[in-house]
């Protein structure tokens, strides 16, 4: 059975940072593009990160470029998102998902974690 856990969300000070962790168990994390995808209430559910598997190549939406970093730690078969600087704008439920190449295509993900909150007020 596959599964993808989010963890490390919180509620953060804006300008603060947090780093969310992405768990597999059942596949193999190397052999799949992992993106990070966020959903702020009453909004669709967005992807603005991504890390493939072939060549390690990172990717990242404007609206986090230079703020977030995407990595991998194939020994320990979990992604990381590491987010600095954060604003108030970035408040969503965060999920990371599975796919055979990077994409900001929600339908095109075969696996999804379940969510972590990450809430950025003062």
């Known amino acids: 059975q596959v599964q993808l856990v989010e963890s490390g969300g919180g509620l953060v000070q804006p300008g603060g940072s947090l780093r969310l962790s992405c768990a597999a168990s059942g596949i193999t994390l190397d052999y799949y593009a992992i993106g990070w995808f966020r959903q702020a209430p009453g909004k669709e559910r967005e992807g603005f990160s991504c890390i493939s598997s072939s060549d390690g190549n990172t990717y990242y939406t404007d609206s986090v470029k230079g703020r977030f970093t995407i990595s991998r730690d194939n020994a320990k078969n979990t992604v990381y998102l590491q987010m600095n600087s954060l604003k108030p704008e970035d408040t969503a439920v965060y999920y990371c998902?599975?796919?055979?190449?990077?994409?900001?295509?929600?339908?095109?993900?075969?696996?999804w974690g379940q969510g972590t909150q990450v809430t950025v007020s003062s």
């Open positions: 998902a599975a796919d055979a190449v990077c994409s900001g295509y929600v339908h095109r993900y075969d696996y």
